[in-house]
């Protein structure tokens, strides 16, 4: 059974992606982070509704997995889904949109920051139910095979969600099927304001991935490359017929659980350590490090991205609003 | 109905449909517990493992929320799952993925995606299967929108509404009766579907409106049977769907009788009973010449005893007394 | 009330009923997600980690259905748990252990086990929360026999009927509403209960009955202002709860007014409302001049944009505009 | 974590039960069987209602835990549990009495077969849903813990109950709370019509402690005083703080799921084989090569509780039904 758990460590010299790759990665991680620093201040102005949950400081898991996706391929994702969506393709005008409520959103304005959702992309449904996605995601897993199609399905949640009696029957279901099927669990240490170590006595949430016999793995969710080189795998496993993956990335959340939590249950400290260590940051180093790109090249691309999420921003902030008779449209 | 001879249970008549169903459309597949090669408890999916294979027959380990949950996905990417929960009252522990996932999944959407998935299940009492096990919960997804919700009486019906349950395009929660499943009913060999949404009169009547559906159909159509001794004519309407509703039937009825008694298994107060007199008053407040009366269980769990659980559901007794107090009459000539 | 003059929030007199409760009966510990050194993410058991310690205000793993469970088996034997399940849209994750177990324990066990268990939650929409958190289930709690439903309208209420289920030997459902959690009012210093099942009525008038409770009793006392510079004077009755419905206070009403409306957040189909409706015509026919009237939510899931969310949910001008129906009035002049 | 994993082999030369217990086990073990057979009678002769879930041949998993309990101590069962409730301590004739629905019975006959509870013997619910009963008993771990008793709870449920979100979810709460909990898992190799085997891919349930970091023990669960030993051990382990265990007990039910089975889903030659492997008799092989129970004492404790439970199923067949108005007694 423990040979069912592997931890992955990224040789940096067999590690060879072309440089579109590494622009794609930056492009999508710096995109990722400009959005949800928009997004807040739509909050802080109060332009919004509910909650807002940033997902900055894990970036690199959304785009090292999603990296590896076909636009057909299926992801289930979170209240704290915008990354993922925006890697796997998402408008940002029509993700500003939804989040302001507008008919030009995602889900006409109906669902909002916690229910993106997006048929074209396989983005099967944000859920605000800790762990109820990952069933969902196994249920197109079981369109899949059963539909003998290529897709793969990609279930993200995050570490308190594995608590969940959801998670349990869903990696069981997926095991005993061979579905294909990659759980990616971003570990970011915290389920709101409760630090992961209080909730379970596993080191690792890799372990829990064993209970069902799932070859599970563990990786460094704030190196993109890393996260890439894991999810590969997973997606060839599952695409070629040999069942799910469990990932479990380890990452932190640099802000609070939403907008507005007060933080008193971390220090200062923790959060900067783990700062140091962001993937930005660290992805920036890494390709200055290895002459893969210069300064310029990145900053020109972050400058590029900052112009389209602020006109994203602009043409949603101007878009209608949905009418009334709305309320009444897709109930059945 | 067409005209026919043939008669089979109510079990044989949802096993048709899904057959039928299955052989239709390669993308109606069934998931649930021991419903595969055993062909389930109550026998329903028999013989459909044999014929369409383990892929679309798909028996599952005791986790509904799991398989409910990958019900809710498959049906959003392609697939129409029709599930098996083998007892309603087990619906409980897969509440979130029926009532937060299922229900909500279009509308959360912006119409993007769809949910076309039957739940099929059992409830109901009369077996002294105890508390946990004969519940009758229709009201709980009646009440969610975003759900349809069916309970058959008949094998005619049973057949015809899964027929069309299955055909929907957004989730259908079909509610069976335990103590129907060996019922033999009139079901004909062409085929055919019964909209939701149509209630059925089962019996016509003029002075009294008895509203109801699921087995308290036969109970009420006994109930009838007496009353016509006494010289009481009633109007059975099985409503067949709770969502839709057709109460448009109703109405046309009450304007004929003036009097409405509700029946129905599950426990009196906040019970669906509630929704159709507050229908009624509110929209045919003159055709009512009495109060509308509801018949239900007691409001107590289920207990296991079968005395005291024939006590605790409403039997035909109830339905006349219930009738009589409609009509003004005296109790004590029950 | 008592004579005071302190004003506190709602969230602040739910947080003293628990503290008060905790220091009376070591036996009450309170279970939850972030409720303890954090407080709860609506700040309802802030302080109350510190003061009575890690054992009895524990941090539960995101795991409804565990620690439900746990607090029954808790409840059973020896303890008074009081749980906070986050969102009432987290309940349909645990609706097996609340329904099937809580709900029936003392009942399966002939009296020998009983369950004093108080489950907290808040409910409600008009914050942009969504499908699956603006949600209210009361009426599916309501219709389970073995459950008592309590959903306060002001931080009086609040104190006096947590403090009542706290001393419960049964389970109570207790629904709070989020969007008056910062709301005041005024609060005694001295001890004080409030039983459960006793109606309070906000505001005496005379010429129509609004049944209400929550949110929705500060809007129908904005509507019973509005109604009374056309002349309309109109009592508002609070329920408080649910189970036990205390329908004598609504009777006693309708005998003077003869009209009612019956005002909830809840969707309109299948809801508590039809309940009050279907008990008034029954046991008050005679005593009706119109029907009861029904305002609820529009029959569909909360939608997200602030503008549709107020459209779906009721709204100051639907119990207006529900009170002049059953005055027979203009519904133009609305 | 593996390190967590046990199988456990007694030890012939070391174990040392004197003559009483060994009589107590045999006792016990016929008492279970010889009441499941009457109520098999009982079903078959029409005299009751519901179904009925017959524990022929798991008798030494009941006897084995529960020759380890004090009378305050809690145990959480199931529909197959009459045979843990006479382990337990409970009285024939109540238990006749409840499953024929009468006044005398348990719960006065409103419980039934599936629902036996005795407050006073610590049996808190017999569970009719799946699973259900784990956190139950995990609820009254924590009541030991908070009010600082020196109890034990113990979880009696079945191999298939291991796939439900409850089992999880209670488990993680026992571990992080370190709650005086015994897991047993009767692992009977089929839930329903439906082979463990077909619903996991685990070789051993015991893996699945292992997930929450609970200590895990494989025992043949045919062998009373293997169960005995091992259950010795982890309710020593919960007594003294030391928190919970998961115990499989790998057994076999020998008749179908409940009374009616058509059982076409196993052979007639796997149920002979573990007829020859089932625990009363292989506890009377031992007794009689161990030399410590001759054939006629054996004998004789056999007839004596034919006896006994002949008498009290004639005493609940005379007792009286209850009243109708118990309809409405304890509701609230
Ligand atoms: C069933 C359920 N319980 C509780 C919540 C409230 N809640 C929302 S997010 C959250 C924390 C989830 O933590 P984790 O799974 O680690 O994801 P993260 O927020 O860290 O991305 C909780 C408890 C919920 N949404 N659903
Ligand atoms: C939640 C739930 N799902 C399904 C059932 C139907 N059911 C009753 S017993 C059973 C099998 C349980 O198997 P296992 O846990 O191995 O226990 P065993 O019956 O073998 O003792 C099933 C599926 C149920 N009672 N509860
Ligand atoms: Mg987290
Ligand atoms: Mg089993």
Known sequence: ?332 | MMSTNRIISYAQAINEALKEEMALDDRVILLGEDIGSYGGVFKVTKGLFDEFGKERVIDTPISETGFIGAGVGAAMTGLKPVIEIMWIDFSLVAMDQIINQAAKMAYMSGGQTSVPMVIRTQGGGGRGNGAQHSQSLETLFAHIPGLKVVAPSTPYDAKGLLKSSIREGSPVIFIEHKMLYSQKGEVPEEEYTIPLGKADIKRSGKDVTIVTLSRMVQFSLEAAKELEKEGIDAEVIDLRTLVPLDIETVKESVKKTNRVVVVHEATRSYGWGAEIAARIQEEAFDDLDAPVQRVGAEDVPVPYNLNLEKEMLPQTKDIIQGVKKSLYLQMETV
């Open chain 1, 1 to 332: 059974m423990q040979e069912l758990l592997q931890t992955y460590h990224l040789n940096e010299n067999n590690f060879n992606w072309d440089k579109n790759w590494f622009i794609q990665a930056w492009r999508i991680m710096n995109t990722i982070r400009v959005f949800e620093e928009k997004s807040i201040q739509i909050y802080k102005k109060g332009l919004m509704g509910g909650s807002l949950h940033s997902s900055i400081g894990q970036e690199a898991v959304a785009a090292g997995v999603c990296m590896n996706l076909k636009k057909d391929d299926y992801i289930s994702i979170t209240y704290r889904g915008r990354g993922q969506a925006l890697a796997k393709g998402a408008d940002p005008f029509q993700l500003f949109s939804e989040i302001l409520g507008k008919k030009t959103g995602y889900c006409k304005g109906k669902g909002g920051p916690m229910h993106i959702t997006s048929q074209e992309l396989g983005i099967l449904v944000a859920n605000g139910i800790v762990g109820a996605g990952i069933p969902i995601a196994v249920g197109a897993g079981l369109s899949i095979k059963t539909l003998k199609k290529n897709q793969v399905s990609v279930a993200f949640f995050g570490d308190g969600a594995t608590n969940q009696g959801a998670f349990h029957e869903a990696l069981n279901l997926a095991a005993i099927y061979k579905l294909p099927v990659v759980f990616v669990c971003e570990n970011n240490l915290y389920s709101e304001m409760t630090p992961i170590k209080n909730a379970v006595l596993n080191e690792h949430l890799a372990e829990r991935g064993l209970a069902y016999r799932i070859p599970s793995i563990i990786v460094n969710g704030n190196d993109v490359r890393a996260v890439y080189e894991v999810a590969k795998q997973a997606v060839e496993r599952a695409r070629s017929g040999e069942g799910p993956t469990f990932i479990e990335a380890k990452t932190y959340r640099l802000l609070g659980h939403m907008i507005g939590d007060a933080e008193t249950y971390r220090t200062k400290e923790e959060v900067e350590e783990w700062r140091q260590k962001e993937p930005i940051r660290y992805f920036r180093d890494v390709c200055l490090k290895q002459n893969v790109l210069n300064e310029k090249e990145l900053d020109e691309i972050q400058q590029q991205v900052i112009q389209e999420i602020d006109i994203a921003y602009e043409r949603a902030m101007k878009s209608e609003e949905p009418e009334m008779e709305e309320i009444f449209n897709d109930v059945y």
